[in-house]
């Protein structure tokens, strides 16, 4: 007879919980502040035991809520929203593939697209001369890319006029910078660009001379930059896509590249920056609330950061109500069934209820339900106010 393993495992786990039992309950003792050892948990204060059966395993392990509480599912947001992150990708290259994503768009009320693709020269034209030439021409706009290849001395005398070029042929802002800068792009003699690299500074002035909002995405979670243990609230998801891990003998930790990107923001205050996905600091309010408080140009995007906004529904709900012009709606990865989590999150009171990707978060959501005038500048009107080439009409006065 073939035994597996799990029977095995099974049989340990039996045995090593029936002894425990026979000790009724006097289990494995701990000193106060130390953990249990492996495959037992605390059951009383200062004593661990393991379970009597082979515990699944946290990919398997789906528990039923059995909360009875009112729902509220929100499919279309209560006001036009622009979704400051979007990633239309190829939906742009033709009109028939861009009018199918509006009908979608139409039916989440999401009433504009700002495309965050980095587009730039021949493919941006392209772009805007697809959404010029539909019937949705005002339901789109995009964002130019900067090219941080090859960044050294006189770098910024083709950059900037590039930028130009762009935004006379449509672009509306700058973005998405993305992670790579500061993460993974080098230098042209080979050292890593970091985010405060004085060789990038007239583009800055430039996006402030041109009044464009800088969209930028710096580093990931900081779980991402973590040891990858027991303690680590993104275990999972690190495990499932070994690419997001960031050891620290190979890329610059976390706190270096919020420093780079502070750094940024703080020396060139006449430019907007917005910070995708709040600029992972939704696990940290107090945190954003000083630079939003230090740092006047900065505003933030939520796009992505849900599950930490939906898990302390009321220092969220006050936070947002405190810096109710700070912050910006969006979505980034498009997917039109993940909308209404967010419009839920935002516009209920509703408890304890699940988030779209299991794999970010183990939890469950809750609503913030935000007031109706702070609901309409998350929604729509801090990002008109911060970007002037999006199009003014249409939007609820
Ligand atoms: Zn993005």
Same mark, same amino acid.
């Given at each position: 007879m073939r035994i597996s393993r799990s029977l095995v495992t099974a049989l340990v786990a039996f045995s090593v919980g029936a002894a425990l039992v026979a000790q009724r309950g006097q289990g494995t003792p701990i000193k106060a502040g130390e953990e249990c050892p492996p495959g037992m948990t605390e059951v009383r204060p200062g004593s661990c035991q393991a379970p009597t059966m082979p515990p699944p395993s946290i990919v398997d392990y789906r528990p039923r809520s059995t909360l009875v509480t009112a729902a509220h599912p929100v499919p279309r947001a209560k006001y036009p929203a622009i979704d400051f992150h979007g990633h239309p990708q190829g939906r742009l290259t033709s009109a028939a593939s861009l009018s199918e994503m509006v009908s979608e768009l139409d039916q989440l009320n999401v009433g504009l697209m700002v495309a965050a693709d980095n587009l730039s020269g021949d493919r941006l034209r392209q772009a805007v001369s697809t959404i010029a030439g539909s019937p949705q021409k005002n339901r789109v706009r995009v964002l130019a890319g900067i090219d941080f290849r090859d960044v050294g001395p006189g770098w910024a005398d083709k950059a900037v006029p590039q930028l130009e070029a762009d935004v006379k042929a449509g672009a509306v802002g700058v973005g998405e910078i993305s992670k790579s800068l500061g993460l993974s792009v080098m230098k042209r003699d080979g050292s890593r660009l970091k985010i405060d690299d004085p060789d990038l500074d007239p583009v800055w002035d430039a996006c402030a001379r041109l009044n464009l909002p800088v969209f930028i995405h710096t580093a990931d979670p900081q779980q991402f930059f973590a040891p990858i243990d027991n303690h680590n609230e993104r275990w999972l998801e690190l495990a499932l896509f070994p690419g997001r891990r960031y050891p620290s003998d190979r890329f610059p930790s976390f706190e270096e590249l919020m420093t780079e990107r502070d750094h940024v923001f703080a020396r060139h205050p006449r430019t907007k920056f917005v910070a995708a996905h709040m600029g992972w600091h939704a696990n940290d309010l107090p945190r954003l609330g000083r630079m939003f408080? %230090?740092? &006047?140009?900065?505003? %933030?995007?939520? +796009? %992505?950061?849900?599950?930490?906004? +939906?898990?302390? &529904?009321? %220092?969220?709900?006050? /936070? /947002?109500?405190?810096?109710?012009?700070?912050?910006?709606? +969006?979505?980034?990865?498009?997917?039109?069934?993940?909308? &209404?989590?967010? !419009?839920?999150?935002?516009?209920?009171?509703?408890?304890? /209820?699940?988030?779209?990707?299991?794999?970010?978060? /183990? !939890?469950k959501l809750y609503g913030i339900d935000l007031p109706d005038p702070v609901l309409r500048k998350v929604y729509y009107a801090n990002a008109l106010k911060l970007a002037p080439g999006l199009p003014r009409d249409a939007w609820p006065q």
């Open positions: 408080d %230090a740092m &006047p140009n900065l505003s %933030a995007e939520l +796009g %992505a950061v849900l599950y930490d906004i +939906g898990r302390q &529904p009321r %220092a969220a709900h006050d /936070f /947002f109500v405190k810096y109710q012009d700070r912050i910006l709606f +969006g979505k980034d990865a498009y997917e039109p069934s993940e909308y &209404p989590y967010y !419009w839920r999150v935002f516009e209920t009171r509703d408890d304890y /209820f699940d988030y779209y990707r299991d794999y970010h978060a /183990f !939890w």
